[in-house]
């Protein structure tokens, strides 16, 4: 069964620790991991301070001072590794254990969308920017097609975020998708929320490529349409049913955006998680 891809994750770009740190392990606690070696950079201490080094004896106050800042660095190290470690946690759907007003901490975690969709999901893959427009005929559906795309978010949003979660037996019969963008001003925000709903007014339907070559046809129907929220069905032509509910909100700065694919009527799920995320939003 196709599914639409316009959420496909792009990598993440360069910037802040934030957006694509790279994960970290803690080292495991407990009392048969409390002996070993000890962090780089931080060696034993021996009997006397006044040990000898490269330049003759080093005087015991240089010494102690010389072991402090080891220490001192250690600390920071382990510090740095604690911190990767819990943003490692957030990505892979645990506690977000991040700073209020942000874009990760506007997410909804795996637990919490699975009791809003009605459905068991898990985490999969988030996505640090907006991916390139998908391929699709004709080409004034570019927006329709590719709602998280930079068709509709372009390039002058200052931070984005997006997380897909998908049932947990993997079958892939459910999807749920959050997509935040933030913008330096609510102008820019109302640009590209204006570039959606007028795309999709211009697109009833739509034939679309995706990477691996396969095309598939879809129809897109408006529902909802308000100074504020878009909703609309994205439904795939001989699917079975299978189609993609949207909702798209405008607050303040931030455009954000709910997807659940499914094969039943999704649209209360959506409303549901749309509200739930738009409380969070302070931008």
């Given amino acids: 069964m196709a599914e639409e891809s316009d959420f496909i994750i792009a990598p993440p770009k360069a910037g802040p620790a934030s957006e694509g740190a790279a994960g970290v392990v803690p080292r495991p606690s407990g009392p048969e991991h409390d002996r070993g070696p000890l962090p780089a950079g931080l060696a034993a ?3 006397s301070l ?3 080094g490269p330049d003759g004896p080093t005087p015991p106050g240089r010494a102690k001072r010389r072991l402090l800042v080891a220490v001192a660095a250690a600390v920071c190290a382990g510090l740095a590794v604690a911190g990767g470690w819990w943003w490692l946690r957030a990505l892979e759907g645990g506690d977000l254990h991040v700073a209020a007003g942000t874009v990760q ?6 637990d919490e969308v699975s009791r809003l969709a009605g459905t068991t999901l ?3 893959p988030r996505g640090s920017e907006p991916p390139e427009a998908v391929a699709v005929a004709p080409a004034g559906c570019a927006e329709a097609a590719g709602p998280a795309t930079r068709s509709v978010y372009g390039h002058e949003w200052t931070a984005f975020l997006s997380a897909t979660y ?3 037996a993997g079958a892939g019969d459910h999807t749920v998708t959050q997509v935040i963008g933030v913008y330096p001003d609510e102008g820019k925000a109302s640009a590209a929320f204006r570039r959606l709903d007028e795309g999709l007014r211009g697109c009833p339907a739509a034939v679309r490529t995706d990477p691996d070559g396969s095309a598939s046809t879809w129809s897109y129907r408006t529902d909802t349409v308000t100074p504020d929220t878009i909703g609309w069905t994205a439904t795939q ?3 079975d049913g299978w189609a993609c509910h949207r909702q798209a909100r405008l607050k ?7 997807a659940l694919c499914s094969a039943g009527d999704g649209r209360p799920a959506v409303a549901r998680i749309a509200d739930r995320i738009a ?3 302070t931008a």
Avoid: F
């Avoid at 901490?105 to 795996?110: E, G, Q, R, T």
């Fill in 237 to 239: 032509d001989a699917g």
């Fill in 50 to 52: 006044g040990e000898s």
């Fill in 105 to 110: 901490a506007d997410l909804l975690v795996p």
């Fill in 279 to 281: 409380g969070q939003v």
């Fill in 166 to 168: 998908q049932d947990a």
């Fill in 252 to 258: 303040g700065r931030t455009v954000l955006q709910v």
């Fill in 45 to 47: 201490p021996s009997a």
């Fill in 122 to 124: 898990v985490a999969g």
